[in-house]
């Protein structure tokens, strides 16, 4: 038998921020991954508590938006970079949406 999905609930800290090992699991991605997203600007400089990463609510939004268009295949990195800076973050606003369907897709 399986073991149930996991309570991330009860992994938030109490300040509602999740630990970067915890959120690179609920993700499927590396630590590292995050790392190099933060230093690029993709994700916004995360809370540190002990010297580790913790990410909020907003954060797990992004990043599940970066893992979307990542594995669609149509985005680089900077490609998502370039609309999340010029957008405020697609994940938020109606708005956004529109400017995401409007770019080709290629062929």
């Known amino acids: 038998m399986r073991p149930g999905p996991r309570c991330w609930s009860?992994?938030?800290t109490a300040?509602?921020?999740?630990?970067?090992?915890?959120v690179a699991a609920r993700f499927g991605v590396a630590t590292s991954a995050l790392r190099y997203w933060d230093e690029c600007g993709l994700l916004p400089a995360p809370e540190r508590r002990?010297?580790?990463?913790?990410?909020?609510?907003?954060?797990?939004?992004?990043?599940?938006?970066?893992?979307?268009?990542q594995e669609t295949g149509l985005m680089s990195l900077e490609e998502i970079g370039t609309v999340t800076a010029r957008t405020g973050g697609p994940w938020c606003e109606?708005?956004?949406?529109?400017?995401?369907s409007s770019q080709p897709v290629p062929l």
């Open 15 to 22: 300040g509602g921020l999740l630990p970067i090992g915890e």
């Open 94 to 100: 109606g708005r956004d949406r529109r400017t995401l």
């Open 10 to 12: 009860n992994r938030i």
């Open 50 to 69: 002990s010297g580790r990463r913790h990410y909020r609510a907003e954060d797990l939004h992004r990043i599940a938006s970066i893992r979307t268009w």
